[in-house]
Structure formats: C-alpha cells, structure tokens
C-alpha cells in the first residue's frame, strides 16, 4: 500500500491507495460502482441473478416497515447454491474445504466430496424426522462436519441454530429452549491448545430440563477427540454409525426466498440473548454479493476466515458467501498459539493462502507476540486482507499491513453485525483508498446515516448513531418467535430508521468511523456481552445482592468486562471469593464472558429513585475522572468506590 501523506494533517487523514497491479487485476473495475448502488431496488435486483432460483421472483423488495421481504416468489435453496451448481463445470474436483485439526491433522473436501457428504447427512436427519422448518441446534468445533450438519439442514429446510462451542451448558440449554429444537449436533469434544473440552458432557447437562418439553429428539455426536461420552439409548446416535449406507442423493428442497434459513442468538442490552432471524433468498444474495467484492475473489484464492462458525461471521462469510461463490475455504479448528505464536502464519505458508479475514483483537494479541514470528514464515501469498469485530486502531492496522501484508495488500476494514448479516461499511479494494482505522464508506446498495437522537443526519465531522435508512437484502427479519422485540430493539430507538446500536462519526471525506456500542453491550474481542447477562450470572451466585457491569478499554481484547458486586447482608469476604464468582460466570454463560475483574462494595452508586449509574462505574474502571454526580443519592459511595479501588485490585 503507498501512503499519501499530507503534510500538518492528523495521522487519522493518511489515505492508503492500493497498489496498482492489485488495482489492474481488481475484479471491480469500475470507479463509480458506488453510484451504482444509488438505485437500490434495480441494483439488488441485478444481484439476485448471480444465484440459481428454482422460480424467479415476482418483486425484489416488500417494505412493510419495519418488516421486509425481499425476492418475493423467488425460490431456491442455499445448499443447492452452495454446492449442486459448482459440481457441472471444472469446479466438480476443486477442493471447496481445506481443514487443517489443531494437532496437525488434515482433510480436503472437493465440492463433490462435500455434495456428498451434505445429501448424505441430509438423508440421516430425514430419516430421524427432521422437516422443513423444525430446528436443529449444532454445539460443535471448528471441523468439516459442522459446515456439513449446516448445509444439510439448509438443503432440506430446516432451519440450523449454530451454538458457539464456547458456551456453557447453561446458555446451551437456553438456545435450545428458545428455539424448540429437535435434534442436536455435536461432537464428544473439541481441542483447545492439546486439551479436550468435553462438548457432549455439556449437552447431557443441557438436556434434561428441555426433556421436560420434549422438544430434543435426537443427538447425533461427531468422534473428535475420542474421549468417553455417554450415549443415550433411543436418543443418541454416532455420526460415523449413522451415515453408513445412506444414499447421496437428496434433491434440495425449493424454499421461499422467505423461509428461515437460520437463528443465531447475539446478545442485546436487555434479557436473554435475541434469536436472530435470516431468511435465504436475501441473505444469500447479500452475502454472495459482498464475500465476491470486497474480497475481490478469484478462481484460484485460498480463502481464509478464522472467526469460528458460531459466530455470524463464520455463518457469512466461512460458509454460505464463499461456497456460493465456488471459492476454496481455509478451515482451522484450533488456537493461534498451539504449539508455536507461529501457527497462523505457518498455515499461510503451507497452504499458500491468498485472503486472510480476521479480528483486530488478533492482531494486537500478534503484535504483542512480535514480529519475528510472521517474519520467519514466507507470506508473499497473500493479496488481500480483512479485518471484522470491532473498530481497529491505526497501530494494529500498520502493524498487520506491514508485517502481515508486507504493504502489498489492500486492508479491508469490514463494519457489520450479526443482524445486518452481510457486510454493510467496507472499502471496495482496488478502488476506494483507505484510511487506517477507518471503515471507509457504505458497499454500493447501502444506505447507512449518522443521526442525532431526533433522528436527523449530522454533517461531516460531527458524530452520532449508527443508523441505516433504508432495507438492505441481508438483514434480520424479526427477532425469533418475538415481533414486538424487534420493532422496539431495533427500530423504535429512533423513529423510521434500523438502529445498530453503535456510535460513530463521518470525517470531511465522508468516511466513517466507527466508535463503538452506545447500548450495554460490550464488545470483548469482537464478542458480544450483554451487561445484563453478567449481571444475571453473578446475582444467581448465593451470596450475591446486586451486581453491575461496565466494559473497560482493554490493550489486547478492545475491552473487558468490569463488575461491581455486592454481597448479601453480612456475607463475609474471604479468600478466593473473587475467583468463585468469576467460575460462576463462566458456569453460566462461558468463559468469553469472564469478568476480568470484580470489584466488592457495599453499595452501588444510584440515584434518588434507585437507578444504578454505570456511566459512573464506568469512568472508575477507566481510571478517569468521575462525571457529574449531583443525581447520585449518596455521594460517598462514589468516593468510597475511588478511593478504594485499586487497594482491592
Ligand atoms: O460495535 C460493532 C462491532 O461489532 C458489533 C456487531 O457485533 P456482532 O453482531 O457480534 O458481529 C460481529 C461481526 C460482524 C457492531 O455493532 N463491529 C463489527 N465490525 C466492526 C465493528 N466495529 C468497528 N469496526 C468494525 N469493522
């Protein structure tokens, strides 16, 4: 990348041009693409065809606000676009999936060998009754068999709930409660840096409760790790047992372009965790769409996204945007560090990987590592880079263009969320010039705003919500079984507009720059935690009165979360009641969610009518002055809370 640098001008106003052989070969060739998008109906409409539909729609877009259908009519299937429409040309023996096991282990599925394996499993869940529309939760590693369990409910209709393998039983158990599923998919492990963390141990302990419901029917489990399971007779079945002798043939059953393809649970500032809902024709048009521009794809990429399948990222853009697009996909199932700081770039080199997406929160845990890591791997495959999660400091972005990208490799600095479902801010490579941090402008076909709470727009160099005007193909269509959370999370917030829940601001250039969440979610690498979650974690705990959490600005992680406990009525403290509290959090939701510290007082800053003030809280866990306090009910609180808390620390 050369840098064009204006003399006297902030660091944030270095704009980054892509190189020119990248620019030259670029797939987007046209300066104005983004005028393109201007008409958004005829330009999503042009986009829809890049599918196969078993039926063509009758209109690209239903807007009922906030209700949107989109490709209405249309019908296809996911899985059939993913697969069936690759296996007629030269793409038959590509390989679709390269998966490299954390111990070293390696597999290549071509898109016939994955064609294969999604009909046959397809077959399997027919058989133990699955239909179009009932659920299936998948609780698994990072491996081939959960991209294979995804599409084959999508192939048949019924609609994946992918759980993070990272969660506990107990958030386990409520996806699974919420959603209704029928059948669950997991293996009896997964490895993390040489341990088993034991998946199917975890199930066990979900189920009995949904028992009740009787929703579960079924649960099929992977051998991974190898280590002793318990099996349920009349419940659970083997993978490897089940998928013997099944036919490979199973037609892709046509679904309306607004049939659900898939929930996936994220975090909000109230309550349990949201069940996202997308549905396939205008998701998969919005993925396929972004995953082929922004990064640039061309037949003979090796593509590489790290982020794990539970999250939407892996959904988008491991999954349904690259394999609609016949592109070969990069898999790995483990740590970064296992054995060696190197391994990442030692799979770059091996596998001579072109496009690396990953998070910021990996980055700088790279850059504290140092750079004679990725200096002693050959790099000089790689083309294209991304970044997705959170916002990117300019230290991290010039770290990984220059030891990562060796200043070849345009950055593409990719702002969406898990219910935008495709990338929403984005640099188009090879045309729009970057700026370090910054997550350039809205793709062709999106109509993002920065708004003040009356909803009008702010000009250039101000700041204010996150907003985006208009529908787009890709996004959430309600929060499951819970319309009225959907119109009030989202669209109430500030009148006529989809509210994302963040802040940001837009530079003289128009470019944005994305600050952060204004609603209590806190972002900790790149995960979504939900204040109110933690919060419900520590009150569950015996000894626990009140609790309040605040996110605070952590070097490696973006932030951390942060919580003011106190105890029940003469409750003593003793040793070791800090690390039980924090185990009780990761008993109830997992260890992504681990406070990193907890502060013990007796009471908690609030105001005269009982309202907890976490703007102070969060101004002590920043180690910053404390704003205005004339609303607080007792001001010694705040003074005891400062004044004590490093002593406690
Ligand atoms: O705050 C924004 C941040 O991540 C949130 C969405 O989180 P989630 O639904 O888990 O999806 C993450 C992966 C798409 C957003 O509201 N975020 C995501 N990407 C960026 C970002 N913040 C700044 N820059 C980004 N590129």
Known sequence: MTEKHNEGLLEEKRFFFPPTEFSAKAIIQNPNIH??????????NEQGRRLDWFKPWNTVLEWNPPFAKWYVGGKLNAAYNCLDRHLAGPRRNKAALIFEGELGDRRVLTYQDLYREVSQFANVLKSLDVEKGDRVTIYMPLIPETVIAMLACARIGAVHCVVFGGFSAEALKDRIQNSLSKVVVTTDGSYRRGNSIPLKANVDLALPVTCINNCVESVIVVKRTGQPVDMLEGRDVWYHEVMKNVSIVCPAEPMDAEDMLFILYTSGTTGKPKGVVHTVGGYMVGVSTTHEWVFDLKEEDVYWCTADVGWITGHSYLVYGPLSNGATILMYEGAPDFPEKDRYWKIIEDYRVTILYTAPTAIRTFMKWGESYPLGRDLSSLRLLGSVGEPINPEAWMWYNKF???????????????????????????ITPLKPGSCTIPFPGVHIEIVDHAGNPVPKGEGGYLVVREPWPAM????????????????????????TGDEAKWDEDGYFWVVGRVDDVINVSGHRIGTAEVEGALVDHLLVAEAACVGRTHEVKGQAVFAFVSLKEGIEIYDGLIAELKAHVVQKIGALARPDDIFLTAELPKTRSGKIMRRLLKDIAEGRTIGDTTTLADAEVINFLKKNIDAQK
């Open 35 to 44: 005028e393109l998008g201007a008409d958004r109906a005829t330009f999503w």
């Open 404 to 430: 990562i990208g060796g200043e070849h490799c345009p950055i593409v600095d990719t702002w969406w969320q898990t219910e935008t479902g495709m990338i929403m801010m984005t640099p188009v490579p090879g």
């Open 476 to 499: 959430l269509k309600t929060v499951y079984g819970d319309d009225k959370r959907y119109q009030d999370t989202y669209w109430s917030e500030i009148a006529d507009v989809y509210f």
